[in-house]
């Protein structure tokens, strides 16, 4: 059973969703047993710092960096601080709704998951329509994954993940980009023995409304499956 669930919240200038989503992750604690979350502001230059040095109430842990490093340094920061329990990373943009969470820590607990990553391809209940070339990059990329890691996930770069925090040492990775994700997941396919997927509702956001990835994200996703796949055959 999870004893304790650590809520890592990255965040870079989102100034209107921030505390929306500190809020909504507040109110899931009448849910759940133990609740911890630290957020690490990336070098924000809008708003964001401003709100949350003055809602330190709404959060455990405040990790702040003066430059804006990007979030896999922003999710290495949070790691180090984090030692115990399961962690589920949380993004401030509200792509992915907090109300969710309850479900997906008992069916951790239920299924006696050590991992548990989310799907917006396997039975969603609702997801926004979105990019044609986003969603057939990711089938790519997950399917080059499960190739190599010899794993049947559908969608490998769902923003909802939980890991027993003991299964990842931060200290090995190497990637600070979008090639981060696909790093940990080969991690957790290596170290775990039980992982699991359930399908997350989704609601995408526009470049327009805010929404950062770029078609050059997927040499370096590509990159980082490949890379770290031979990096522990080799080891």
């Avoid at 009448?30 to 070098?43: C, P």
């Avoid at 990329?141 to 040492?169: A, C, E, H, P």
């Avoid at 359930?198 to 609601?203: E, H, M």
Wanted: charged residues 20%; proline residues 2%; glycine residues 6%.
């Amino acid at each position: 059973m999870m004893d304790l669930l650590q809520i890592l919240v990255p965040v870079y200038n989102e100034e209107d969703t921030i505390l929306v989503v500190l809020k909504k992750l507040n109110e899931q604690k009448k849910f759940v047993k133990s609740f911890s979350i630290t957020v690490v502001d990336d070098g924000s230059t809008d708003n964001t710092s401003k709100l949350l040095r003055k809602n330190s109430h709404l959060y455990s842990n405040l990790i702040t960096s003066s430059l804006n490093y990007g979030k896999g340094n922003a999710i290495i920061m949070g790691l180090k601080s984090i030692k115990t329990g399961y962690v589920l990373i949380q993004d401030a943009d509200l792509e992915y709704d907090p109300t969710e969470i309850p479900r997906l820590v008992s069916l951790v607990d239920q299924y006696g998951a050590d991992v548990l990553l989310t799907s917006r391809l396997s039975g969603s209940p609702m997801t926004r329509v979105h990019y044609f070339w986003h969603k057939w990059g990711n089938i790519f990329l997950t399917r080059v994954f499960n190739v190599l890691n010899n794993t049947s996930f559908t969608d490998l770069y769902s923003g909802y993940l939980i890991f027993d925090r003991k299964l990842v040492n931060e200290k090995k990775l190497k990637f600070y980009g979008w090639g981060q994700q696909a790093e940990i997941m080969t991690y957790l396919v290596k170290n775990a023995a039980n992982i699991y997927e359930c399908p997350i509702t989704y609601r995408g956001r526009t470049y327009e409304e805010g929404k950062k990835i770029r078609a050059s994200a997927i040499l370096n996703v590509l990159f980082s499956i490949v890379l770290t796949r031979f990096r522990i055959l080799f080891s």
